[in-house]
């Protein structure tokens, strides 16, 4: 399984970006995805989560009304629209695939047994 990150980089506050993150080796719709991210000293946490159709999410707060996770199932990606971007959304991103297909998408990184390589998002002041 291939979990291949991209889209990551440097902006300023209020800017976006859109990762996007390529499955390979894996029946894609099978799986819930998630986007996690790690800042430097910090646990990893959650971001956004989708359900393997797409229908359903999950956003920590700190991202509620600002991100927008999809997923596109003929592509195999699932994507993140980041808007309005604060100093603190400052972290590696990850994105991950769920063991299950979960109708309610999880929240909670130990469900996700497929972890890409992480994408750099800085995002100055």
């Known amino acids: 399984v291939q979990l291949q990150a991209s889209g990551g980089g440097l902006v300023q506050t209020g800017g976006s970006l859109r990762l996007s993150c390529a499955a390979s080796?894996?029946?894609?719709?099978?799986?819930?995805m998630g986007w996690f991210r790690q800042a430097p000293g910090k646990e990893r946490e959650i971001v956004a989560t989708?359900?393997?159709?797409?229908?359903?999410?999950y956003y920590a707060d700190s991202v509620k009304g600002r991100f927008t996770i999809s997923r596109d199932n003929v592509k195999n990606t699932v994507y993140l629209q980041m808007n309005s971007l604060k100093t603190e959304d400052t972290a590696v991103y990850y994105c991950?695939?769920?063991?299950?297909?979960?109708?309610?998408?999880?929240?909670?990184?130990?469900?996700?047994?497929?972890w890409g390589q992480g994408t750099q998002v800085t995002v100055s002041s």
């Open positions: 991950a695939a769920d063991r299950n297909r979960p109708l309610i998408p999880r929240a909670t990184p130990a469900a996700y047994d497929y």
């Open positions: 080796g894996l029946t894609f719709s099978d799986h819930g």
């Open positions: 989708v359900n393997w159709s797409g229908i359903s999410t």
